[in-house]
């Protein structure tokens, strides 16, 4: 595990930083949880056989409460599982980053979209 910790450290260091500074309860509980996420995926990442054992354990993770709606990131978070995967062979880090931004963003916006009280649609 230790190559892929060191390539992935960039991303877990960002977020132990902002887990430093937050002040919400509810981000902080996030950061805690994602860190641990990331740190699961190295472990994953050196006993998968491949990318596709890699992919189907890492889809697991409880990236949304009881993956309830996990199937709702596939493709974000596929990209992203893609990118850590590669850490391993060569990937770079940027990459990595950019596929966990936009993992991030999709999650947030189901995340904060059911706890949203909806919004009737204007009549037309």
Sequence with gaps: MRGLYNLRMPLIADLERALASEESLFRRQLLRE???RLRRLAELRQ???DLEAFKKAGMRLG???GDARTAELREPLEQFL???YALGKG???SRVTR???EL???RMERLLGCLATP???PAE
């Design 63 to 65: 990236w949304t409460q």
């Design 82 to 84: 893609a990118e850590i």
């Design 47 to 49: 006993s998968s056989p």
């Design 99 to 101: 596929a966990w931004n």
């Design 104 to 106: 991030h963003r999709v």
């Design 91 to 93: 990937g770079e880090d």
């Design 34 to 36: 994602d860190i641990a």
């Design 119 to 121: 919004v009737p649609k």
